[in-house]
């Protein structure tokens, strides 16, 4: 276990700074990375697919209630997974894209497998949740509602403190604390080596509020980035949405990444799921979808859903017009990237066609979007796909 003692003694450096400069939820300002607003809109609408998708490998969804299925996308063909069922954003795609986690819909376990169903392997007995903190590290989220690090192939657990924590950093220490402040709940940075201490290293993001927190550590954990609202200007009374991007351990400096509110007024960015912002694998880009609000209510005043894509390196964003969608609440369509950070897929419905919920994929460059498969079924999670990743 020396390597999670390395990050301990190097996280407690942190704390002792922070300790000493007396950050107890400290307020921030921010600085400025927003760039420009582009639309993408091919003609010639959904296109179906041909004999060949590039960048191809296996998608992972459900055509049933049964089961996980597996669609291969070099072959075209599509298969459900015995002793599995579906899941959504529990089912974790490892750090290189050949490995899944799923629970055995026999033992009760958490496992892991390939994307297509061989070479599995048992992992955690008893869980709730598991993500992999690294390449060959397990974060362990227990019932009662404890976290632990533990190697993939067992060994000692190194307990976190994870109280009223979400959002744990990949291959580091910190993570998103929610609690009350006042008559509101506040979301703030903390750091977990600081034991029972975590609340004198808070570092204040801002008031919690549904339909306006969205976040999500980038594949490194280098960053956070999170949705936090923000004035629409003058006397209306709506919020409205913008993305910002915090690094840990520097200068806690706040990054806003997002001017939308400049171009369409006030914004919903996603859904009300909290941890649904999806960053590309090369941890270069993150996808979401943006609703124009009419009025104060997030929930019944969000127009269409528009694919949105940020260049989190220029702040430069890309809006994608060959789909929207009005099924977006509570939440919108879950996006998933291709391995390689080129396409991301949902799964989508079109008015009018008899073909249910569509296997939908867009090429990020060329902004087309291409049918895949149809017929996705809704399961708890919505009609989403799970994870795309590698064939063995």
């Known amino acids: 276990m020396k390597r999670f003692h390395n990050t301990f003694h190097q996280n407690t450096f942190y704390v002792g700074i922070l300790c000493g400069l007396m950050l107890v939820f400290l307020s921030i300002g921010s600085t400025t990375a927003a760039g420009t607003l582009t639309e993408v809109c091919p003609e010639g609408g959904i296109q179906q697919r041909g004999g060949e998708y590039t960048p191809g490998g296996i998608i992972l969804t459900a055509f049933d209630k049964a089961s996980m299925w597996v669609y291969n996308i070099d072959a075209n063909s599509r298969y459900p997974l015995p002793d599995t069922r579906p899941c959504g954003m529990n089912c974790r795609l490892s750090p290189d894209a050949k490995w899944i986690t799923y629970v055995d819909s026999i033992s009760e376990a958490y496992s892991k497998m390939r994307l ?3 070479e599995r392997t048992p992992l955690i007995d008893y869980a709730a949740d598991i993500e992999w903190w690294s390449n060959d590290t397990l974060l ?6 404890d976290a632990y690090l ?3 192939t067992g060994g000692d657990r190194e307990y976190l403190n994870v109280e009223s924590v979400a959002a744990v950093q990949p291959g580091g220490l910190w993570g998103v604390k929610v609690q009350h ?3 509101n709940f506040v979301r703030a940075m903390v ?3 600081a034991g029972d201490s975590i609340d004198l290293t808070a570092v204040s993001m801002g008031v919690d509020q549904p339909y306006y927190d969205a976040e999500a550590w980038s594949p ?6 999170y949705v936090t609202p923000v004035n629409a200007g003058g006397d209306t009374g709506i919020a409205s949405s913008e ?3 915090m690094q840990p351990g520097t200068t806690f400096m706040p990054t806003k990444w997002t001017d939308l509110t400049t171009t369409y007024g006030p914004v919903r960015i996603n859904g009300r799921t909290s941890g649904d912002l999806s960053w590309s694998p090369d941890g270069t880009h993150i996808a979401f979808w943006v609703m124009t609000l009419s009025g104060a209510n997030p929930e019944t005043d969000a127009g269409e859903a528009k694919v949105h894509i940020l260049d989190v390196t220029t702040g430069d964003v890309k809006r994608y017009c060959g789909f929207t969608t009005t099924e977006h609440t509570p939440n919108p369509p879950r996006l998933i990237w291709s391995p390689d950070s080129t396409h991301i897929a949902f799964g989508g419905n079109v008015p009018g066609d008899d073909k249910g919920y569509l296997l939908l994929a867009v090429d990020i460059e060329t902004g087309v979007f291409t049918q895949l498969s149809e017929g996705l079924f809704p399961t708890l999670n919505g009609p989403d796909p799970i994870a795309w990743g590698l064939a063995p």
């Open 116 to 118: 297509n169903g061989t």
């Open 140 to 145: 362990v989220w227990t019932p009662g509602k």
């Open 150 to 152: 533990q190697a993939e």
């Open 181 to 183: 402040d006042g008559d």
């Open 191 to 193: 750091n977990l080596a």
């Open 220 to 225: 490194n954990g280098q960053w956070l980035a």
């Open 243 to 245: 993305i910002f991007g």
